[in-house]
T-cell receptor, first 118, second 114 residues
């Protein structure tokens, strides 16, 4: 059981370049989300999805796009990278709620993708 | 809007010392409260949660937390820390129904010295 898989784990970009962070889960979870983690600021929600074909903006969506064509995959796209997007990105999933499973409370996280924009 | 404050940004303890990490939230209604832990190089994992009922909740690895509604607090405790508890700890809150995403605190980095 792979859980939540994120790729790549590390990436260095130049300002203006584009890239996609991949996130895949094999638990048949409906809810998926992307967070960024910055020192002293905790995790902030970028975008989320409550099912295939349905996405919405979180707290800090500017500069990022998402799509959800399948239940398993939820890629995060940076169309024109900026130094302010240097961060660690986490993908998370849950079966029954954005905040985590409604019974167990658990939100499953990937191992993170560390992005540096020069 | 809900928010979470963790006032201890970096805590250094010796093994066997007792631990208490503060967490305060701002939201006047029903809340679900969580503590997540991130060990070095690993993903976040759930340590414990409070939904309702007994305000003293126990989690994995000997951790516990107490929900004090009048103080809007959900502090994390452990009587005796181990070197393996070195990690970053995040408090998180979700208001009401669980339909909204979690709001995380800024995290507390715990360093346990052998």
């Amino acid at each position: 059981n792979a859980g939540v898989t994120q790729t790549p784990k590390f990436q260095v970009l130049k300002t203006g370049q584009s890239m996609t962070l991949q996130c895949a889960q094999d638990m048949n979870h409906e809810y998926m989300s992307w967070y960024r983690q910055d020192p002293g600021m905790g995790l902030r929600l970028i975008h989320y999805s409550v099912g295939a074909g349905i996405t919405d903006q979180g707290e800090v969506p500017n500069g990022y796009n998402v799509s959800r064509s399948t239940t398993e995959d939820f890629p995060l796209r940076l169309l024109s990278a900026a130094p302010s997007q240097t961060s660690v990105y986490f993908c998370a999933s849950s079966y029954s709620g954005l905040a985590g499973d409604l019974n167990t409370g658990e939100l499953f996280f990937g191992e993170g993708s560390r992005l540096t924009v020069l | 809007a809900q928010s979470v404050s963790q006032h201890n940004h970096h805590v250094i303890l010796s093994e066997a010392a007792s631990l208490e990490l503060g967490c305060n939230y701002s939201y006047g209604g029903t809340v679900n409260l969580f503590w997540y832990v991130q060990y070095p190089g690993q993903h976040l994992q759930l340590l414990l949660k409070y939904f309702s009922g007994d305000p003293l909740v126990k989690g994995i690895k000997g951790f516990e937390a107490e929900f004090i509604k009048s103080k809007f607090s959900f502090n994390l405790r452990k009587p005796s820390v181990q070197w393996s508890d070195t990690a970053e700890y995040f408090c998180a809150v979700n208001a009401g129904t669980g339909r909204r995403a979690l709001t995380f605190g800024s995290g507390t980095r715990l360093q346990v010295q052998p």
